[in-house]
């Protein structure tokens, strides 16, 4: 059972060049999540999902971009990337508790470092 | 600016002895979950604490929460060298009516063998 699978793993990029991070689950969630993690800013919320087709903003929006066209993938793109933009990006599925509450664990991915030169 | 607030920033203990660390937050939640991150790794997932819950236990761990404070603490007892990792807690907003959860900074917890 593979969870939550992050590609690529690893990945330097020139300012202004663009990307797509792929986050895929196998547990059927239907609520995924994009992070950033930043030296002593813990997560930050970029976009989420929360179904097939749907995306939405978080905390941290400008100068990124999702698609949900498909239940099991999330993707990230960054337009044209820009030395802020360096960090470890984290993605994570869950779905929706069976007691009637809004949330169960979050499963994550292993991360993608991105340098952005 | 981030929901959550773990405090303190890093601590370092011996091993065997207990570590507690605490998250503030600042609006109502429906739940709080506390997560653990080994370096270079992705988080993974601890415990959970519904907000009509004032304490859980999870082997060597013990969450409460306090919602009047609008707080959590975890304590991990009896702690060993593999317990050393970055801590995070993470909330809902039971107000804004969306599936969003916010981590807080983070505590760095360092166990000494």
């Known amino acids: 059972n593979a969870g939550v699978t992050q590609t690529p793993k690893f990945r330097v990029l020139k300012t202004g060049q663009s990307m797509t991070l792929l986050c895929a689950q196998d547990m059927n969630h239907e609520y995924m999540y994009w992070y950033r993690q930043d030296p002593g800013m813990g997560l930050r919320l970029i976009h989420y999902s929360v179904g097939e087709g749907t995306t939405a903003k978080g905390e941290v929006p400008d100068g990124y971009n999702v698609s949900r066209l498909k239940k099991q993938n999330f993707l990230l793109g960054l337009e044209s990337a820009a030395p802020s933009q360096t960090s470890v990006y984290f993605c994570?599925?869950?779905?929706?508790?069976?007691?009637?509450?809004?949330?169960?664990?979050?499963?994550f991915g292993q991360g993608t470092r991105l340098t952005v030169v | 600016s981030q929901q959550g607030e773990e405090d303190p920033q890093a601590l370092s203990i011996q091993e065997g002895e207990n570590a507690t660390m605490n998250c503030s937050y600042k609006?109502?939640?429906?739940?709080l979950q506390w997560y653990r991150q080994n370096s270079g790794r992705g988080l993974v997932h601890l415990i959970l604490i519904r907000s009509n819950e004032r304490e859980k236990h999870s082997g060597r761990l013990r969450v409460t929460l306090d919602t009047s404070k609008k707080s959590s603490s975890l304590l991990i007892t009896a702690s060993r060298a593999a317990d050393t990792a970055s801590y995070f807690c993470a909330t809902d907003s039971a107000t804004s009516g969306t599936y969003k959860y916010i981590f807080g900074t983070g505590t760095r917890l360092k166990v000494l063998a």
């Open positions: 609006t109502s939640i429906n739940n």
């Open positions: 994570a599925s869950t779905n929706r508790g069976r007691t009637g509450f809004r949330w169960t664990e979050a499963f």
